[in-house]
């Protein structure tokens, strides 16, 4: 399935619009993450253990509405567009959504 944040794809029209899909998935970061990351506050550098988190996150949001995309019958989706958001009391949950447009080309 060919995945885009364009609304088109060159050389490839489209045939037919199938709707709007999503995909959602929110993840916890865990006491040791914070910690890490704190450590990575005061010192410098990438906190690795929230960037994996992060594009873990992502990954399952796309795969999810890709999923929901092949149940519909489409074979790509156009138009995609991520957002991320930290949600929960303290802000310790990670929320990533991805829409699109299903489509068949």
């Not at 060159?10 to 999503?22: D, L």
């Not at 138009?79 to 447009?101: A, F, K, R």
């Amino acid at each position: 399935m060919l995945l885009s944040t364009t609304p088109t794809i060159e050389g490839r029209p489209i045939q037919q619009y199938f709707g709007i899909v999503s995909g959602e998935v929110i993840i916890g970061a865990n006491f040791f993450k914070d910690f890490a990351a704190s450590i990575h506050d005061i010192f410098g550098g990438r906190a690795s253990s929230y960037e994996n988190t992060l594009v873990e996150a992502k990954e399952k949001a796309l795969k999810e509405m890709q999923q929901r995309a092949e149940n519909m019958g489409a074979n790509a989706i156009v138009g995609i567009d991520l957002d991320y958001e930290t949600i929960g009391q303290s802000g310790s949950m990670l929320m990533v959504s991805c829409s699109g447009t299903a489509v068949r080309i």
